[in-house]
């Protein structure tokens, strides 16, 4: 990995004269109070490097007749320089050849010259540049894209599901009605048939009331006519065996009641609302359950598509032990991205861009006074076990910072003597990262 070997800064914003030679592996902190050009290091490092789409709007220091001037070495042999009326870049590899930004492109990666713009980035960026730089992010996004689908569609399954429930519970029963609605035709055949039977029943009694009035009628002749007694007898027998038999008929008859049927008639409507009803409930009820068998089947596609999308990032060339992605967004160690401490953020961020150019072996922090001394060496320590090179700017002059920064100059440094020509720096002390 290339890193920054040594830096010469002169008359570059609030910097007047700097030499600096940042520590290889770990944290480089460069301190001071506010305005006195700390983060015009940054900005210097980052207009050398990363060319002229970072050059300062005001590049020139306030106040100097002297141009700017950049000089940088980095660990792979390139001399970086700055210099001249117009700040033209010349980039000399430890051949001899001359280069330029492209050459500085093939392997400074924009952000780690520029961490922020990463960190502020939203979580759905932060996100995509990461699965970018793995190559699953095309995969994960049609598995993101299907399970959304999927849960859509259960969604609205388990919306009618509740309603078809709903629906059910609050549908009346009665238990009394039957399975069927009533036909009003029907009941009245019923009804027909019975008045006939009945019509019929009565046929058979007035016959035997005529019979008993010819067998009544014929004793009174039998007892008038002596003479014709032998004739009558036998007719009265045959009359008195018919009798019984008649008799015996009328006796066994038992008259049906159309009273249900009439109030079946009657009442068919509130019959019938009561049997819809209850085929209502029961309709639902079906509907409810088939609609739970169907959003069932689907939790367990969705369940299916997650576990594709963790053995997906699961398998992949992640930049850092515990780093994932869910729901779209960074997640290290089982944090999102607003719960990681500002270590870990520094970690995740540091990871991923190193990951896009891995070639890159440094990065630039601005303004890291927010974080404790706690954090700031987590950081470096895992700075040095990555074998990552960070400078940072911190509002301080405490012992964290290896590079104290007053009044555009290095402490120490203050006597420096500007060589007369432009873009020369005097050959005075360079400080070296930790010895504050």
Not at 191 to 204: D, F, H, P, S, W
Request: charged letters at 30%; glycine letters at 8%; hydrophobic letters at 35%.
């Amino acid at each position: 990995m290339i890193k920054i070997n040594k830096l010469e800064i002169e008359n570059v914003k609030r910097v007047k004269a700097v030499k600096i030679e940042p520590t290889s592996a770990g944290l480089t902190i460069v301190g001071g109070n506010n305005n006195q050009g700390k983060t015009s290091v940054l900005d210097a490092i980052a207009w050398g490097l990363g060319g002229n789409k970072y050059r300062p709007s005001q590049a020139e220091r306030e106040g100097s007749v002297v141009p700017p001037y950049l000089h940088i070495v980095l660990s792979n042999g390139l001399v970086v320089e700055r210099k001249g009326k117009n700040s033209d870049l010349k980039v000399i590899d430890p051949n001899g050849q001359k280069g330029g930004q492209q050459l500085l492109d093939s392997f400074v990666e924009e952000l780690a010259i520029d961490l922020p713009k990463f960190m502020n980035a939203t979580s759905k960026e932060k996100a995509n540049i990461l699965l970018r730089i793995i190559g699953v992010g095309n995969q994960l996004h049609e598995l993101e894209v299907k399970e959304l689908e999927i849960y859509n569609r259960r969604h609205a399954i388990g919306q009618i599901a509740d309603q078809k429930s709903k629906f059910a519970k609050e549908q009346p029963y009665f238990p009394d009605a039957p399975k069927e609605p009533i036909s009003a035709s029907e009941l009245i055949r019923q009804q027909q048939e019975i008045l006939a039977r009945n019509g019929e029943n009565q046929r058979k009694r007035q016959r035997a009331q005529q019979i008993q009035q010819e067998f009544e009628v014929q004793g009174r002749e039998v007892n008038r006519l002596t003479a014709m007694l032998n004739a009558a007898q036998s007719k009265y027998t045959e009359l008195q065996q018919d009798l019984a038999i008649a008799q015996k008929d009328a006796i066994d008859l038992l008259d049906e009641s159309t009273t249900e049927l009439e109030a079946n008639i009657q009442q068919i409507d509130e019959i019938n609302r009561k049997v819809r009803a209850n085929l209502d409930k029961d309709k639902a009820e079906t509907d409810a359950s088939e609609y739970r068998v169907e959003y069932d089947k689907l939790s367990g596609d969705i369940n299916a598509v997650r576990q594709q999308k963790t053995e997906l990032l699961t398998t992949a060339n992640l930049p850092l032990p515990g780093l994932s992605v869910a729901d779209g967004e960074l997640v290290y160690n089982g944090q999102h991205w607003d719960n990681m401490s500002g270590s870990d953020q520094l970690k995740v961020s540091t990871a991923i861009v190193r990951k896009l150019k891995p070639d890159c072996g440094f990065i630039l922090l601005d303004k890291l006074e927010q974080m404790d001394l706690k954090s700031l060496n987590e950081f470096g320590q895992w700075l040095e076990q990555e074998g990552l090179q960070a400078i940072a700017t911190r509002v301080s002059t405490g012992e964290e910072c290896s590079i104290l920064i007053q009044d555009g100059y290095v402490v120490g440094q203050e006597e420096i003597e500007f060589q007369q020509k432009p873009g020369e720096i005097d050959a005075g002390p360079t400080w070296k990262a930790g010895e504050f």
